[in-house]
């Protein structure tokens, strides 16, 4: 059936959620205000709106979109206007569950945001498209629905919106959460530090990807005004929403970034004609061996792997390609639009032919600059009271909001007197040319070893680690650790991340061109350069990259369902790398996804990839999964345990752990085992608190990973009755995230349960 989503969301807002509210308002009204008022008290909120509120009510039953009679004012309103009603007349409308005043203000807030999400959400509603209204989107109405139904005491009509969420999704979970698509795209460092602003450019980019038609956008402008980070961060959000029915997101750059010398390509792009692109999207899906195959080949086997495994491939500065070689841009252009997968490209110039799919990437306007300026401020340690409006202008004003060009001024701004002699340094030398003598002045602040290192780092081609620093620039540890340290004190130098088991560092790829400009004729730079290809001279495809190729191949197989190909695949590679645990543990992934589930198969394929000192934490969460889906908390809770032994101090590890012994004391509890209750309670509450502690990413989903862990928190402090930790938890939960509509929930059903949460 077409539609099937939008048809249920339909029945659930229009029919039950609607006239649920209607009745409700229509009652308060009737209690709340004289007879010959209430009517004057409905319509003020909406002025001269109403005239066109009494068409539109009329256009909407003469439609078909809603068939109940106009009895009178209270059957002209849609779900649009409640928002500014409750608004208006909150504190008579709602009684209160808190005397507290920031309290009330929250529940109004979570009211109002429910309200809102459904306002926002219910267009598709009134103007039915070919399109299906997405899943997440279906169950984000639905649920808001039911939010604000509970909130108004209707709970039969909030039970029916329940009931068909059920039907429509099955069982969902916000510790259940949707696996992320698969995905190849640079570490966060190498693109962007923070993404800031970009509102309305987002909201094209997302309107255009839920377009079933149109297959192909670009992202066009100047150099240094941020299309590579808005491309990057809109990547990462299609990876984690992991929209159906899309299975993966990759990049692709054609950067050519030069020496000034002009014959050393600093950084290799990833394609540069239709064969190389080929090659490079067949090893990413895991066909490597049709790598070696005719163009004509690759092209068709790319084509079905793309309409089977539908991508957003991201293609970076497709300027740099030279004319002879665009064909590959043809292929993406004319080709891949025929398949189900989308191509977003990034462009210095209005790519032929897209005049109408393109947009256009100006620099910051005041209010993003604002607050990108004062984000760098707080993570550069400069004092934002420097930055009063007047100072922001200025800065937009030399830079042209060029949000590259923002991030140097401002670090260069600790190595001068003050922000405005900086400003005025900036302005006296133009664009890149300020870049170049802030980044020599900062330079000229470091020792000789700091400067090696910078130099050195800068010369690799991937995320570097410290080993091959070492290596590099001939220094010893401890020489490179005090580098390091002086690195980063200057912002010169990102923190490592943790990259396939190992630290390694990413130096911003706008930086690493900026030292090839300033330092590529150097002697230094050429020695370290020449250090840099001895050491990786004759990397090839094998090994740990014949393994990733393999891994990935299993993983598309095992998302269509070809669990039997998949299982073949890693048993044959299996022979000739009979212990490695990445195999060992994707092969259990396998199993569990089997339909039926070999959940003996997979437990032992987990096991023996944990005694093999697997350092995948995706395959510790899957066997986690597993186990709670079972309800096997006590597997569950040695799945994450047994991945702490190795990560010990991992976030989302912690917090699996955390979950599972609070389940286990649960079920312990009911079964009147107090003593061995109360061990998994301290088991559950010191690994949730060790999490709360490590320092993190703040981004999206690292925020939502804390709301999970004061969630678990809380509800392991009431499995404890321990009502005073529950409430101090809820506290700093609704402190630290006042916008989360599941904390504001959970603190108004603990409110109902336990009383008035008074301020401590």
């Known amino acids: 059936m077409k539609n099937d989503n939008l048809v249920v969301c339909y029945e659930g807002i229009q029919r039950i959620y609607r006239n649920a509210v209607v009745r409700f308002l229509r009652s308060s009204f009737s209690r709340s205000f004289p007879p010959d008022d209430s009517l004057n008290k409905l319509r003020a909120p909406f002025q001269k709106e109403w005239d066109q509120i009494k068409q539109n009510a009329d ?111 099955g069982y969902l979970s916000s510790d259940l959460r949707r696996e992320p698509l ?49 491309a990057y961060s809109f990547a990462l959000e299609v990876k984690f929403e992991a929209p159906q029915p899309f299975q993966t997101v990759f990049w692709l750059t054609a950067k050519k970034v030069r020496f000034l010398e002009g014959t050393v390509v600093a950084t290799e792009p990833d394609f540069s004609d239709l064969d190389s692109v080929l090659s490079r999207i067949l090893t990413f899906y895991g066909w490597v061996d049709e790598v070696a195959y005719p163009t004509e080949s690759k092209r068709k086997r790319v084509l079905e792997l793309l ?27 004319l080709h891949l639009p025929g398949t189900k997968s989308k191509v977003l490209f990034t462009s210095r110039r209005i790519i032929f ?67 405005n002699e900086a400003i005025k340094l900036w302005e006296s030398r133009k664009g890149n040319a300020a870049r170049q003598y802030a980044l020599g002045r900062e330079c000229d602040l470091l020792t000789a070893n700091a400067r090696k290192v910078l130099l050195a780092s800068s010369i690799c081609p991937h995320a570097i680690s410290f080993a091959e620093i070492e290596s590099i620039s001939g220094l010893d540890t401890q020489t490179v650790t005090a580098a390091l340290q002086e690195l980063q004190k200057l912002f010169l130098f990102p923190k490592p991340k943790l990259i396939e088991g190992e630290q390694r560092f990413e130096i911003n790829l706008n930086t690493k061109a900026l030292i090839c400009e300033v330092y590529g004729s150097d002697d230094t730079y050429r020695r370290l350069q020449e250090a840099c290809r001895v050491i990786h001279n004759g990397v ?17 197989l095992e998302k269509t369902s070809k669990f039997e190909e998949a299982e073949r695949l890693l048993l044959n590679a299996l022979d000739k790398y009979s212990s490695n645990p990445d195999l060992i543990g994707v092969l259990g992934k396998i199993y569990k996804s089997w339909q039926p589930s070999r959940i003996t198969d997979a437990r032992e394929k987990f096991n023996r990839a944990w005694q093999l000192k697997s350092t995948k934490i995706e395959m510790y969460e899957h066997w986690w999964l597993m186990e709670i889906k079972e309800r096997e908390w006590t597997k569950a809770a040695k799945a994450a345990d047994n991945g702490l032994g190795i990560l010990r101090n991992n976030r989302k590890l912690l917090y699996l752990s955390g979950y599972a012994h ?99």
């Open 182 to 230: 698969e995905s190849q795209l640079p570490q966060r460092e190498a693109i962007v530090i923070d993404f800031i602003g970009r509102k309305k450019e987002k909201k094209d980019l997302w309107e255009w990807f839920k377009d079933p038609v149109s297959r192909r956008w670009a992202l066009s402008g100047e150099g240094g005004k941020g299309k590579s980070a808005l």
């Open 353 to 419: 032919g897209m005049g109408g799919t393109t947009t256009h990437v100006t620099g910051f306007g005041i209010q993003d600059a604002t607050e990108f300026i004062l984000s760098r401020c707080e993570s550069m340690e400069l004092d934002s009271r420097a930055f009063d409006k007047g100072t922001i202008q200025r800065i937009l004003s030399v830079t042209e909001g060029s949000p590259l060009y923002i991030e140097e001024l401002l670090r260069f701004t600790p190595t001068i007197s003050s922000v």
């Open 540 to 556: 090839s495809e094998t090994g740990r990259g014949a393994i990733g190729a393999i891994i990935r191949q299993a993983i598309f």
């Open 307 to 333: 309409d089977e495994f539908p991508a957003l491939i991201v293609v970076d500065d497709v300027d740099s390609l030279e004319s002879e070689n665009e064909d590959a841009i043809e292929f993406f252009s």
């Open 59 to 169: 256009a909407a039953r003469k439609s078909g979109e809603l068939a109940t009679p106009i009895n009178d004012d209270f059957d002209l309103l849609s779900v649009n206007h409640f928002f500014n009603l409750f608004d208006a007349y909150y504190d008579v409308l709602c009684s209160p569950i808190s005397k507290d005043a920031q309290e009330k203000k929250q529940q109004k807030q979570a009211l109002l945001s429910w309200m809102k999400t459904i306002k926002n959400l219910r267009d598709p509603l009134s103007h039915p498209s070919e399109e299906d209204f997405s899943r997440e989107d279906s169950f984000m109405l639905l649920d808001s629905a039911r939010r604000v139904l509970s909130r108004l005491n209707l709970q039969e009509d909030a039970d029916r919106i329940k009931t068909i969420t059920d039907e429509l999704i």
């Open 662 to 760: 609070s389940r286990l004391a649960k079920e312990l509890k009911r079964g009147l085992h107090a003593e061995k209750a109360n061990k998994e309670i301290d088991l559950a509450k010191n690994n949730l608190e060790r999490a709360l502690k490590i320092k993190h990413e703040n981004d999206f989903w690292e925020m939502e990973l804390n709301s999970d862990i004061y969630r678990a928190l809380v509800i392991i402090s009431e499995i404890a009755s321990d009502e005073k930790n529950m409430r101090h938890y809820l506290k700093l939960w609704l402190e630290r995230h006042p916008e989360d509509p599941d904390a504001v929930s959970e603190r108004e059903r603990i409110a109902q349960k336990y009383g008035v949460i008074t301020s401590e």
